[in-house]
């Protein structure tokens, strides 16, 4: 964690976890990105925004469900069953509940110091070619 705070992540709603997860998710998005070559910020922030939809997030975290432990798999669930108090009109509800569940696991794993876990799970999103444009 950046920050040098102590948290009883158990004790976090899971809007809380996915609160912070999203951010997570969404900077190694665009760290991947950067990363892979010199571009124009609009091609960055088209690329990244097909990556960090809901329907993206829902295929990601279906590609990566088998990896998870029982523990993660709990928080997965608690975040997909969310109530979110809304839906964007361009998401499937299950997608949306799906990317929550996403945003939540990497919330809870990211303030639980467990940055290697998150490496682990991005890369075999990142090596499924996960996008919201297909």
């Not at 990556?51 to 523990?71: F, G, H, R, T, W």
């Not at 979110?84 to 939540?104: F, M, R, V, W």
Request: aromatic share 6%; glycine share 6%; proline share 3%.
């Amino acid at each position: 964690m950046l920050l040098d705070k102590k948290v009883d992540v158990a004790s976090l709603s899971p809007l809380n976890l996915a609160f912070v997860g999203d951010t997570v998710f969404d900077l190694l998005v665009r760290s991947e990105l950067v990363c892979e070559a010199n571009r124009p910020v609009n091609a960055l922030h088209k690329s990244a925004s097909s990556k960090v939809c809901a329907k993206a997030q829902a295929a990601a975290m279906n590609s990566i469900i088998p990896m998870l432990s029982e523990d993660e798999l709990a928080v997965f669930k608690r975040g997909r069953n969310a109530r979110t108090g809304g839906i964007p009109k361009n998401q499937s509800s299950a997608d949306y509940h799906y990317a929550t569940g996403l945003e939540c696991l990497f919330g809870w794993l990211y303030l639980k110091g467990r940055t290697e876990r998150i490496r682990e799970l991005y890369s075999a999103i990142s090596s499924a070619e996960v996008s919201g444009d297909e």
